[in-house]
């Protein structure tokens, strides 16, 4: 929105703070995106010292981010960054006075960096310490989170096996009631000639073909919900930098 549109939106809620409808308005015409690319923008500061604002030179966009996977689009409305190269950025420093009275060139206290794959991470800081920088990780996360992970597994081995106790247990009085309440059906395939190696045969193939098929459907739900945690947990690393060069 151009700042008239904004003044009179924000005086009219102002005035009726506890509008909904305007509210809504507000953030619907806040939240339209704008075709940037290839357009002339300007930066405003705010110099709270001397109660002004000042513009920037006009900067020329040159590239529009996507909407990251899973972003929502209010969060992405509000994420207004934009990427600029170090020499734009001294520009922008200089013209809003933001050095003061300094000569000196400007540095960074601090910088991260995204890396592709956390495989990487580690080779990424051993060639920016070659440059007598701190660096710090996050791999020490992923170090606490196998660790947690380790822990649930064994207490999950814990409660499986004894899931899978009772389970055997279970079946075996059911295989045996089964049996119990089965036993005309025995006798008709007694007479008819079976003998008792075939009717065993036939009861543990009825169990074997029952656990089986609930082992099955167990696993399946296992692999489905340890790849929705996986996605979850998925992340990309970052290394900050704290800048520490020596002399």
């Known amino acids: 929105m151009d700042s008239e549109t904004v003044k009179k939106m924000m005086e009219r809620l102002q005035e009726d703070p506890y509008n909904d409808s305007l509210l809504q308005q507000f ?5 339209m995106p704008s075709k940037l690319y290839q357009q002339q923008i300007q930066y405003q500061y705010y110099n709270a010292e001397f109660k002004k604002n000042t513009l920037s030179s006009s900067l020329r966009v040159i590239g529009i981010l996507t909407q990251q996977n899973g972003a929502r689009e209010e969060d992405a409305a509000y994420d207004k960054k934009a990427y600029v190269s170090l020499e734009t950025a001294q520009l922008l420093s200089e013209e809003f006075s933001l050095r003061g009275e300094s000569s000196e060139v400007p540095g960074y206290d601090s910088i991260l960096v995204k890396v592709d794959s956390q495989d ?9 310490q070659k440059l007598i920088l701190s660096t710090e990780t996050n791999l020490h996360h992923q170090v606490e989170v196998n660790e947690k992970f380790n822990m649930i597994k064994k207490t999950a081995l814990g409660i ?4 899978l106790v009772i389970a055997s247990i279970s079946i075996i009085v059911a295989m045996t009631m089964s ?3 089965r036993r005309r059906q025995i ?12 009717i065993r045969n036939m ?14 459907i167990g696993v399946l739900i296992s692999y489905l919900t340890i790849s929705g945690v996986n996605e979850l947990l998925a992340t990309t690393s970052i290394i900050p930098l704290e800048s520490q060069r020596q002399g």
Request: net charge positive; charged share 10%.
């Open 120 to 128: 990487n991470v580690a080779q990424v800081e051993r060639q920016i």
């Open 160 to 163: 499986g096996l004894f899931i």
């Open 179 to 181: 049996t119990h309440q």
């Open 27 to 31: 953030n619907k015409l806040n939240m």
């Open 203 to 216: 009861f543990i193939a009825e169990a074997a073909l029952l656990g089986l098929l609930g082992g099955g």
């Open 187 to 198: 006798g008709i395939m007694k007479v008819l000639g079976s003998n008792l190696w075939q």
